[in-house]
């Protein structure tokens, strides 16, 4: 069986293909997508090939979509055909074959699959989040207001930080992110950003920071406005480390704490205060989204065709302004 599939067949090279499927496995489940999201940071990086990131082209990527289950091998436990389920490790395709353990069942049949196709990229910020060990009435941060950056904003605030500020140095996305729950947002490109921050914290500087864009340089400027003891999750991945950091000053002597947040390190079978297991982290947020605590439609930019790839991961190579809420509609392909 083939399936419509968008692959990286170069550094800045795409194509839409009718790819194979591998055949199911006993542990594997056959899913008919119906949206999968683009997630412009990792899946840039890996298109123009830049440093920390897979470089095995021809490659596909899209990890964060939502779709049927069509099938399933006969060890599979977890889900079972007609179920709509969260695709996690799957790729921009029409049809994904994936293991059980990287589906999660989305059982409120009320809720959007648009709004669900999200889930798996919001529980990235979530575990970020999480690490921080926020209690309420701390001051928070949020450097780079991308997909994980805008879902971080929307957890802080539930969290109970105070103030909640939104750094970037898009206005759009600042204005976004106060609609979404950010007490301030500001430029951290500007030259008085420091002063900002201190104004806003009353002097002391922020206390939890979750540090999303992947820019060394917005590292550096989050170290500059931290509190002493403050916390720094480092939810984005940086792909250069080009900006020079005296951790003397700014790490070892203020008692900052660096907390490396990436999606991979989490418990794998149980979850723990503050460690919480991808799957329980996508089944609470689908609650929230449910509850009307959490919101998506804002978020999301445009639907597009499977078709117009090219064009799509064009802009998101050569335009700062790429639309964030990208996602591929995958409901009339094969």
């Known amino acids: 069986m083939k399936s419509k599939t968008i692959v990286f067949t170069a550094p800045r090279q795409v194509a839409v293909e009718m790819k194979e499927l591998r055949p199911l496995g006993p542990e594997d489940v056959m899913v008919k997508m119906e949206y999968t999201v683009v997630s412009g940071g990792t899946e840039r990086a890996c298109l123009l090939g830049m440093e920390n990131t897979a470089r095995n082209y021809p490659m596909s990527l899209g990890y964060c979509g939502v779709g049927q289950v069509e099938a399933v091998g006969e060890s599979v436990i977890r889900t079972k055909p007609g179920d709509r389920v969260l695709v996690y490790h799957g790729i921009h395709t029409a049809h994904n074959v994936i293991p059980q353990a990287d589906v999660t069942v989305v059982e409120n049949d009320e809720l959007e699959s648009l709004d669900a196709a999200f889930v798996i990229i919001a529980s990235m910020g979530l575990g970020g989040v999480r690490k921080l060990e926020l209690e309420l009435g701390e001051s928070a941060m949020v450097m780079g207001l991308g997909l994980l950056g805008l879902f971080s904003i929307q957890f802080l605030r539930l969290s109970g930080a105070y103030p909640l500020i939104a750094a970037d140095p898009n206005p759009a996305r600042r204005e976004l992110a106060l609609k979404l729950g950010a007490d301030y947002g500001v430029d951290p490109t500007a030259p008085d950003f420091t002063e900002q921050i201190m104004t806003l914290t009353k002097g002391k500087g922020v ?12 590292m550096k400027g989050a170290l500059e ?38 999606n991979f390190v989490r418990p794998k079978v149980e979850s723990y205060p503050h460690h919480w297991t991808h799957q329980d982290d996508c089944k609470a947020i689908l609650d929230l989204i449910g509850a009307g605590r959490i919101t998506v439609a804002p978020i999301v930019s445009r639907v597009v065709s499977p078709d117009v790839a090219v064009t799509v991961y064009d802009e998101l190579c050569n335009d700062p302004n790429f639309p964030l809420g990208t996602v591929f509609d995958w409901r009339n392909e094969e």
């Open 207 to 218: 206390k939890a920071t979750v540090e999303v864009t992947g820019v060394s340089a917005a």
């Open 225 to 262: 406005v931290a509190a002493p003891m403050g916390r720094i999750a480092l939810l984005g991945c940086t792909r250069v480390s080009d900006c020079a950091v005296d951790y003397y000053t700014q790490v070892h002597r203020p008692g900052v704490k660096l907390i490396g947040a990436h």
